[in-house]
């Protein structure tokens, strides 16, 4: 079944520590996009791509990176200058032409906490 | 600065009732509506689009499109305690990302 798988489901990280969360997709989706989500907010957009190769700062980009090497892969590495890093960070993808016109599918989040 | 709004409830209902659910937004350049529901602790769940005015019906659920008043709502017939989520509005401008509103939570008491 096509979908978007996300790794790990849950991710501690310690205090200065980079750490990467994968998200993989197999629905032949061009662009691919990462929200964060705090408790009683909305999903807030950190980085999106629209094409391998190519990526976009969304509104809270700071103390993140990403890499779009291949059409079905798009980690996110959260960075030691993340202050506040702890909260549930959700994949998502759309399909190129007409892009989010038609949605986007989500993957099953990764919940992250910092110790 | 593109918005979406909403109210953050929760909004109570009892079983069988009808749930309104609201949304506006601030940009009268926008195409795309979405209705997505979030379990707790679970990833979103598209249920409903629109990109017209008027309304669209899928089983319980019917969205409403107004550009002009820049409101889109969703309406759940026969409320089912399973229905007890988070219910997120999104739009999409001339762009190839969604906003979001924060959501609003709704519990269907039995």
């Known amino acids: 079944d096509g979908g978007i798988t996300q790794s790990p489901k849950y991710l501690f990280r310690k205090e200065g520590q980079n750490v990467t969360l994968s998200c993989e997709q197999n629905?032949?989706?061009?662009?691919m996009y990462w929200y964060r989500q705090d408790p009683g907010q909305g999903l807030r957009l950190i980085y999106y791509s629209q094409i391998v190769n190519d990526f976009q700062k969304g509104d809270i980009a700071e103390g993140y990176s990403v890499s779009r090497e291949k059409k079905e892969s798009f980690p996110l590495t959260v960075t030691s200058a993340q202050k506040n890093p702890t909260a549930f960070y959700l994949c998502?993808?759309?399909?190129?032409?007409?892009?989010?016109?038609?949605?986007?599918?989500f993957g099953s989040g990764t919940r992250l906490t910092v110790v | 600065q593109k918005e979406v709004e909403q109210n953050s409830g929760p909004l109570s209902v009892p079983e069988g009732a009808i749930a309104s659910l609201n949304c506006t937004y601030s940009?009268?350049?926008?195409?795309?509506f979405f209705w997505y529901r979030q379990y707790s602790g679970k990833s979103p769940e598209l249920i409903m689009s629109?990109?017209?005015?008027g309304d669209k019906e899928d089983g319980r659920f019917t969205a409403q499109l107004n550009k002009a008043s820049q409101y889109v709502s969703l309406l759940i017939r026969d409320s089912q305690p399973s229905d007890s989520a988070t219910y997120l509005c999104?739009?999409?401008?001339?762009?190839?990302?969604?906003?979001f509103g924060a959501g609003t939570i709704l519990r269907v008491k039995s």
């Open positions: 998502a993808s759309s399909p190129g032409q007409g892009g989010p016109r038609y949605g986007y599918t």
């Open positions: 629109i990109y017209s005015n």
């Open positions: 629905l032949n989706h061009d662009a």
């Open positions: 940009d009268r350049g926008s195409q795309s």
């Open positions: 999104a739009v999409n401008w001339y762009g190839n990302k969604l906003v």
